[in-house]
């Protein structure tokens, strides 16, 4: 009797990217939240450090978290590269131009630099992560409660113009890549209906610009305010 043969799905293009779509879609979820969580700054300094220390005060439900991000970005990235790297030894020629080649494939220019806008993203992550998250450590108090004063890190940080200009810069390069990357997610799980995919393609060009906006908003504000 034949052995069962080693189920490879995941292995192959298509499965890397079912998983570079649920991965990718899983940490849109959080940039959503993680810009949302940005703007408290505006509305005062405790109430943006309150914010903060909530999410700390998570404990071991924040580190669970925190793994599961790290694994969603580490496959997202990793079979990002791996495919784009398969797609080049299998097409060595580059196009020619870039441009939109619109419907149905829309081609643009989002599309054709994914890989770096990507690669771009995961050095800036790790910038971003030892500016803040491994920064500075400032203490207040805030009614009664001694905690971080990630406020004060946020003006320090963005009252730099090569941080903040750099900041922006990259918050564009991420609505670039959402742009193409939410609408690829659904193509890749199989939304690709017509009556569906230019919805999709909308909304994901939607969610791209009002983050680029709602992230690069603060920085700005402290830069040209404080």
């Known amino acids: 009797m034949a ?66 991000l790290l694994a969603a970005f580490v496959f997202h990235a990793f079979y990002g590269i791996s495919i784009t790297l398969y797609n080049k030894s299998a097409r060595p020629e580059k196009y020619k131009q870039l441009r939109s080649a619109g419907k149905p494939s829309r081609k643009t220019i989002s599309s054709t630099t994914m890989i770096y806008t990507g690669l771009i993203l995961l050095i800036f992550l790790v910038i971003h992560l030892k500016s803040f998250k491994y920064g500075t450590y400032y203490s207040t108090v805030v009614n009664g409660v001694e905690m971080r004063d990630l406020h004060r890190l946020m003006v320090e940080k963005f009252s730099t113009p090569l941080y903040t200009f750099g900041y ?59």
């Open 168 to 226: 922006v810069a990259v918050m564009i390069l991420l609505g670039f890549h959402l742009r193409h990357g939410f609408w690829s997610a659904f193509q890749s799980l199989g939304a690709n209906h017509p009556r569906y995919s230019a919805g999709i393609y909308t909304l994901g060009v939607f969610i791209a610009i009002i983050l680029a906006i709602g992230f690069v908003a603060v920085p700005l504000w402290i830069y040209f305010t404080q």
């Open 3 to 68: 052995s069962k043969p080693y189920d490879t799905t995941f292995l192959t293009t298509v499965g890397k990217k079912i998983v570079m779509a649920i991965t990718g879609l899983f940490l849109v979820i959080f940039v959503v939240e993680h810009m949302l969580g940005n703007l408290f700054f505006l509305v005062g300094a405790d109430a943006y450090n309150e914010y903060s220390h909530k999410l700390l005060s998570l404990g071991p439900l924040l580190w669970a978290i925190e793994i599961v």
